[in-house]
């Protein structure tokens, strides 16, 4: 599948979208099962990850990735419900094809990121205190 060149979000869609449009975008798309994925007349692509975590992922240029729903995924950018200037929105000049293989997404020939390589966030790294609220075993 061909994405038309434009301006496209691409991370974690449940960053980006509320409650009720992602549950309609999972509708659309048979959870994201189908060969060709259209929400509000757009294409959309996403895919599993390769870990199962809270985890931050990098490009190839270190642009950071959160992912927290495990599904990483690309939306036209004027899709986002909830908009931040630390979204990830990429510019694309022509046509570009996206595609997962063993852990790695491509997205044209503008970003690549292997999700075989995590960053989990220090928070979650203790179990012991993984929110932060610093409870004491001995009390």
Not at 115 to 134: I, M, Q, S
Request: charged residues 30%; negative net charge.
């Amino acid at each position: 599948m061909l994405f038309p060149a434009g301006k496209y979000y691409i991370g974690d869609l449940t960053s980006v979208m509320t409650d009720n449009n992602y549950v309609n975008l999972l509708e659309n798309t048979n959870f994201f099962q189908n060969k060709y994925m259209t929400f509000k007349g757009e294409y959309v692509w996403a895919h599993k990850v390769a870990s199962d975590c809270d985890t931050y992922f990098y490009d190839e240029n270190d642009n950071e990735y959160c992912v927290t729903s495990d599904i990483m995924g690309i939306i036209p950018a004027s899709l986002r419900d909830i908009k931040d200037d630390d979204d990830n929105i990429i510019e694309f000049h022509r046509e570009f094809e996206v595609s997962y293989l063993d852990g790695v997404f491509h997205f044209g020939d503008k970003v690549t990121i292997d999700t075989n390589k995590e960053d989990v966030p220090e928070y979650f790294e203790d179990d012991d205190d993984a929110f932060g609220l610093g409870h004491d075993d001995d009390n």
